[in-house]
């Protein structure tokens, strides 16, 4: 684990600013194997409204 401040602050300040690699991180998983997902709490809306962008054919769940 990181313990030098600097490198600390420089690392969240990447991880604010960087952008968002959601589109290839669900299209990654759909070619792993995943076959399903399932958001857990909220309304259900969210991440499984992002997720039907990415693939309308992916099945999805809330809990």
Do not use: C, H, Y
């Amino acid at each position: 684990a990181e313990t030098d401040p600097e490198a600390i602050k420089a690392n969240l300040i990447a991880q604010l600013t960087g952008a968002v690699r959601w589109t290839q991180t669900v299209k990654q998983m759909l070619a792993d194997g995943v076959t399903e997902f399932v958001e857990v709490g909220g309304t259900g809306k969210v991440l499984r409204g992002l997720i039907m962008r990415v693939d309308r054919r992916v099945p999805t769940s809330a809990l």
